[in-house]
């Protein structure tokens, strides 16, 4: 068969639906419409002969991306992309969304290839999917799935819309063991599958059928009696004996399971007992979901994700406790990582957004948040410099850490001393610098903060100064009713309390600014990021929370952790630590011992509890995590694959 003949026909037919349907394809992308017209999980074209084999990289293209799949009708916050490959179309989504659709990812040490479990046998090799980076994200080829799905794919707008054939639901086994309580699904065939996990319940979603006598025994308007594998003695026949207790003396346990159905689609309900968590496998021969609740369902997982980053999960335990514990490891010294602060608000450090929002919005492949902030007027409570510009300074001594792009870091406690001099030779000591926290003495506040200032506290005065001059002095009046400009070429310095420094800083007076951080080696570094208090240093811990002037509250709370610290051999490491199966969060010093355990040399606490949030790839990877606050700033880590000719991207 002639293969240019073969390309003609399918450009024709082309250009053919483009003069048939006329004015509606206008907003229609090439790719969409390529993508309509072909198998949307492979493309077969006969040819005289098989092409000289390219480059994998070189010879792929992208036709469409999205940030949302439909599952069976489902909406779910997925990143996918379909791209050609030769002579097909492959359909990938973001590897940390792959839970999503019930797919478990397994360890690899190669960052192109990502074996899974789903749907196979124990004793046999597990499924490799190849995986390919584009943008920020890391996409896994699931064409072959779709296929074993029986799938339908469409494309509307950035949705990808997956509809799969219902499965066949053959039996449901419950069992009791010494570790916990298993839930056994027969199905006739691999099917996605998805969890809304919670702490005392949970769901697990699919299309599927299930026989009558299946919904009957394990419906939600029966009661259901302890039962094993096999089924035992249940309601019916403990009546009959007569031991159910008088209705105002039943304290009946929810049932375990129970099954809703809706036409094709069934939930399995489940009702996870104290102490326990909630672990799900899928197994062939015959094909099964595994369901078990148990007191450690953390799977141990280590994930070659890029060149030079690794993500990984583990229990790490303790003496009072064992806690979940996810973390990326980074090589900042590559040449395919970049690291930069990222804010909420990038015109002003007025701003807060949740973190997956932001690592989205700044296209970083992965991400933690950062340092402290005030939620009601959303503005910043700690360092934050970029290329050696403050947009927020230290406060309080607390603990920072700082980079260059060199791959060098730092870990310490960090405060910047500022000192005017007039030209009458007075010196005056500026307290704060681009920050939320208030106290009596002088702030500054340059363009880094945005275009104006509004003053955080009543009868502030605010001097302006330009080109090394004193230019104006007005009174802030009430705090939070006038802002004033922050001229270009200079920076204002709010007065709170201190009359007498107004007296010296009169306009037409010329100052000279002198700056310097404390400790001085900070000062070569042109990134910093700053929280606390600090954890680790040299392996020891140096935790002094008071020191670092915390509340006697926020040094004796338990809460989950997000934690930033440094190896022996230059490794960075952004960790979040969540709730261990009997709910116990870390306290600091438990935080400081569980990084220790990690490989820190170096550590350095970051905001906790509510913003706790650790991105990778599109997705949050906190452990026992539903929700998350908005935060103000955090730490960027971006994939550059040019960044080794082309040079480290700031």
Known sequence: MDVSRIRLERESCVKWKVRKWGQGLKLLSFPLLLTALINPTHLVVAR?????KRNLESSTSVLQQGRQISLNGKQIPVAWSQWQQGNSVRTGISDTAAKRLGLKLLSTDNPKKQPIQWFSSSSSPPLVLPARRIGAYRYLDISKLLQRTDSQLQIVGDTLKINSSPVKIENIRLGNHPWGKRIVVDLNRPTFWQLQPGKSKAAITFEGIAKPALIKRFSTTREQGSRGAEGQRGRGEANA???????HLRTSAPPLLAIQSSGERTDLRLNIPDGLGLQVETLAHPYRLVIDLRAEAFSKRKIHWAQGLYWHRKIVTLERSSF???WLEVDPSSPYLSLKPIRGNSHAMKGISPLLQMARRKQASAAINGGFFNRDNKLPLGAIRHQDRWLSGPILNRGAIAWNNQGEMKIGRLSVEETLTTSAGQRLSIRLLNSGYVQAGIARYTPAWGDTYTPLSDREIIVTVQDERVTGQISGGEAGQVSFPIPSDGYLLALRSNQTAASF???????????????????RY????????????????????????FSEAFREETAPRSVIGTTQNRDLIIAAIGRSA???????????RLMR??????????????????YLGGQLLNPSRATFGRVHNGLGIFV???????????
Not at 48 to 52: I, K, R, T, V
Not at 535 to 543: A, D, G, I, P, Y
């Open 640 to 650: 550059e694959p040019s960044a080794a000719t082309a040079g480290k991207v700031n």
């Open 597 to 614: 355990q990690l490989g820190a040399a170096d550590a350095l606490n970051l905001d906790g509890g509510n913003s706790a949030s650790l």
């Open 505 to 523: 800083l009169e306009a037409g007076t010329s100052v000279r600014l002198e700056s310097k951080t404390v400790p001085a080696e900070f000062g």
């Open 526 to 549: 042109p990134n910093i990021l700053g929280a606390g208090p600090l954890l680790l240093q040299n392996s020891q811990l140096v935790l002094d929370a008071k020191a670092e002037k």
């Open 324 to 326: 979940p514990v996810v």
């Open 48 to 52: 005289a002969q098989d092409p000289p």
């Open 582 to 592: 009997d709910g116990a969060t870390p306290t600091l010093t438990e935080t400081a």
């Open 241 to 247: 004996q007569g031991i159910i207790p008088p209705p």
